[in-house]
């Protein structure tokens, strides 16, 4: 079975910074784009950040772009998401997806990406 598992999430100050882990089993996803999306309460999920399947091509959403970091390790089947100053507006659930067909390619919608995780809970407090 398929599956990704995000780990990392909690609660942190406003301006701290916490890291989120996705690891990946079932499957290996070394030739596929995964990305970061969330969803805060009473709103829809929306793009994060998203890395190609060799980890050197990023796309960050305007409201994150310098202050989140994706990244992967595909030894270890896993995707990070690196988040620094951090602010309330930064609260809401965390999800990562994969895309099982091979691509080159980065994607930002969540039309792209066919295998999420449950996601995992990031609340800054002010």
């Known amino acids: 079975q398929v599956q990704l598992v995000e780990s990392g999430g909690g609660v942190v100050q406003a301006g701290g910074s916490l890291r989120v882990s996705c690891a990946a089993s079932g499957r290996t996803f070394n030739s596929n784009p995964m990305g970061w999306f969330r969803q805060a309460p009473g709103k829809e999920r929306e793009f994060v950040a998203a890395?190609?399947?060799?980890?050197?091509?990023?796309y960050y959403a305007d409201s994150v772009k310098g202050r989140f970091t994706i990244s992967r390790d595909n030894s270890n089947n896993t995707v990070y998401l690196q988040m620094n100053s951090l602010s309330p507006e930064d609260t809401a659930v965390y999800y990562c997806?994969?895309?099982?067909?091979?691509?080159?390619?980065?994607?930002?919608?969540?039309?792209?990406?066919?295998?999420w995780g449950q996601g995992t809970q990031v609340t800054v407090s002010s």
């Open positions: 997806a994969a895309r099982t067909s091979p691509t080159a390619l980065v994607f930002t919608s969540t039309e792209m990406y066919d295998v």
């Open positions: 890395v190609n399947w060799r980890g050197d091509s990023t």
